[in-house]
């Protein structure tokens, strides 16, 4: 069982409140996934009385988006990270250089839901809001963003790109591909923290390795 770090009672002076808030958001979130996200608890935390906090987030659910924001920012970042760190040498063929890069965003993903776990949720789950949903225009989220980092989906719709720019999937059928590609990454995510947490590291990079080999072939078979 993993041990809870202890936290701590800021005492808020100046600066920007909002942001504090979010801040501290996060941290319960990173512990406890978005449901640990409680507005006097975030409160407490910073150091301000509930009613300094309702200046800035009238609702919890005003809160529980600004701290998903921020997530799915942090969730990019990392994404980022691991992207630049794990990068193999591409193959020298377009095509297979586009599939080993859809094969390492998907990796990248998973990798942080499962070092991640309360974040992603969070980020990806905490509330249906469509906020980085693929396929979900900005506009449709009805949230403002406190966080403009680009979000998870960049990276996808960068691999998808990438695909059709080799050849190997038609342009219309990018918000297909998208759907499938999410749906299938982050199903699996669900499935090793939810369904399969038993699983060895060895059994989890085989079922990442088959799922993402069967995304690719899917995705760039020739259309009929």
């Known amino acids: 069982m993993v041990e809870k770090r202890p936290r701590t009672r800021a005492t808020y002076h100046h600066g920007d409140l909002r942001a504090a808030l979010i801040t501290a958001g996060i941290g319960v979130a990173r512990e406890g996934g978005p449901q640990a996200v409680v507005l006097r608890e975030v409160a407490r935390i910073v150091g301000v009385a509930p009613n300094s906090a309702y200046g800035h987030f009238a609702t919890l659910t005003a809160l529980k988006k600004a701290v998903a924001d921020r997530a799915l920012g942090d969730m990019a970042?990392?994404?980022?990270?691991?992207?630049?760190?794990?990068?193999?040498?591409?193959?020298?063929?377009?095509?297979?250089?586009?599939?080993?890069y859809l094969r390492e965003v998907g990796r990248a993903y998973l990798h942080f839901a499962l070092t991640e776990p309360g974040l992603f949720r969070t980020a990806m789950g905490g509330d249906?809001?469509?906020?980085?949903?693929?396929?979900?225009?900005?506009?449709?989220?009805?949230?403002?963003?406190?966080?403009?980092?680009?979000?998870?989906?960049?990276?996808?719709?960068?691999?998808?790109?990438?695909?059709?720019?080799?050849?190997?999937?038609?342009?219309?059928?990018?918000?297909?591909?998208?759907?499938?590609?999410?749906?299938?990454?982050?199903?699996?995510?669900?499935?090793?923290?939810?369904?399969?947490?038993?699983?060895?590291?060895?059994?989890?990079?085989?079922?990442?390795?088959?799922?993402?080999?069967?995304?690719?072939?899917?995705?760039?078979?020739?259309?009929?």
């Open 77 to 100: 970042a990392a994404m980022d990270a691991y992207l630049e760190a794990a990068a193999p040498d591409e193959p020298a063929d377009p095509a297979e250089a586009a599939k080993t």
């Open 128 to 224: 249906p809001t469509g906020i980085g949903v693929p396929g979900v225009p900005e506009e449709a989220t009805g949230t403002d963003h406190d966080d403009d980092r680009p979000k998870p989906e960049f990276h996808l719709l960068r691999a998808l790109d990438r695909l059709v720019g080799a050849g190997c999937l038609h342009p219309a059928d990018t918000n297909r591909a998208v759907m499938a590609s999410w749906a299938a990454v982050h199903g699996l995510a669900i499935m090793f923290l939810d369904l399969l947490p038993y699983l060895t590291p060895e059994e989890r990079d085989a079922a990442v390795s088959e799922t993402l080999d069967v995304l690719v072939a899917g995705l760039t078979c020739p259309r009929p």
